[in-house]
């Protein structure tokens, strides 16, 4: 009964900034990990970010420095600041919760001129 929703997606010039959103239903996050991951098209799922229920932070090298990952508990949402965005960053964004195997539809984000 979790449900997952990821928002936040679209059409960005590269240069530019996205802040996606992920929110929790049926479930308190306050104590799992919370994480972010990619797909793009014709490669394997990759890492992007994660967040410990103490709010630690790890991040995947291909995107480190250009996002911040953070959590709001209270009102079961999770976020991912993307700065700075190149072509290559062209994936459908997911929020996940690694620990149990969950992760929502996704979000399309499309980096193009």
């Known amino acids: 009964q979790v449900q997952i929703v990821e928002s936040g997606g679209g059409l960005v010039q590269p240069g530019g900034s996205l802040r996606l959103a992920c929110s929790v239903s049926n479930f308190n996050i306050r104590f799992d990990r919370m994480a972010w991951d990619r797909r793009a098209p014709g490669k394997q799922r990759e890492f992007v970010a994660r967040?410990?229920?103490?709010?630690?932070?790890v991040y995947g090298d291909s995107m480190k420095g250009r996002v911040t990952i953070s959590r709001d508990d209270a009102k079961n949402m999770v976020y991912l600041q993307m700065n700075n965005l190149k072509p290559e960053d062209t994936a459908v964004y997911y929020c996940t919760m690694p620990t149990r195997g969950y992760w929502g539809p996704g979000t399309q984000v499309t980096v193009s001129a």
């Open positions: 967040i410990s229920s103490e709010g630690e932070t």
